[in-house]
């Protein structure tokens, strides 16, 4: 069975400012797909970022960039010059590449909170 | 049109009431999900349907009935809910062969009395 786990449940970062999130994962796959979602206090769940497994450059978007380190099975997710915006839950989650349909394994989540 | 479009945003309901969750998209997306977030917790999924069939049911109780009557809509019928069933319903959907990337509402807050 795949797990995923954020170790930090709560983080603070001052405006512009960069921070990374962790999330490291534990699976026999070896194709499957990473993301981040961000869920700010709409409670609407949005893409941050995707990676496939099998692509070994890390993912950008925008501010936004993974460090994926497929042995180690970790997925960070960095986030660069931080703007009010960014206050959400993150939350690192695991899909099986060809396995069910929309079966998500989510992390816990980490509380961000961008400070002026 | 892209996004998903849940109502109600709020709902409130009695234990005996029966009321329904809607969820609408026209994006031509074949597979819908509804997952399942109590507070302060990931979601988790309850029901995936591909081309309008129910395709997974993660053991879901039967006080919820899913319902996709055609490949724009899925509703979620509630019946004899219990105060534990207090979450948010989001529902989502994919293009039929790219479950990667999974769209989601805004969701319903629902809350049982």
């Known amino acids: 069975a795949q797990t995923v786990t954020q170790s930090q449940p709560e983080m603070s970062v001052q405006e512009a400012e960069t921070v990374t999130l962790s999330c490291t994962y534990d699976?026999?796959?070896?194709?499957?797909?990473l993301f981040w979602y961000k869920q700010p206090p709409s409670r609407q769940m949005i893409l941050v970022i995707r990676q496939e497994a099998y692509k070994q450059q890390n993912a950008t978007e925008n501010r936004f960039s993974v460090n994926f380190q497929k042995a180690a099975k970790s997925f960070s997710l960095k986030i660069s010059d931080s703007q009010l915006g960014d206050t959400a839950m993150y939350f690192c989650?695991?899909?099986?590449?060809?396995?069910?349909?929309?079966?998500?394994?989510f992390g816990k989540g980490t509380k961000l909170s961008v400070k002026p | 049109d892209t996004e998903v479009t849940q109502t109600p945003k709020h709902l409130v309901m009695g234990m005996t009431n029966k009321k329904s969750l809607k969820c609408e998209q026209h994006m031509g997306h074949r597979a819908m999900y509804w997952y399942k977030q109590k507070a302060k917790k990931p979601p988790e999924l309850m029901f995936v349907y591909s081309y309008e069939k129910l395709s997974i049911n993660e053991s879901v109780p039967s006080r919820f009935s899913p319902e996709c009557p055609n490949s724009s809509l899925l509703n979620l019928h509630l019946h004899a809910l219990q105060p534990e069933d207090s979450a948010l319903y989001l529902c989502a959907s994919s293009q039929g062969d790219r479950v990667e990337k999974l769209l989601f509402g805004s969701g319903t807050q629902l809350s049982v009395l």
């Open positions: 989650a695991f899909m099986k590449h060809g396995g069910s349909q929309g079966n998500l394994i």
């Open positions: 699976t026999s796959e070896n194709n499957y797909y």
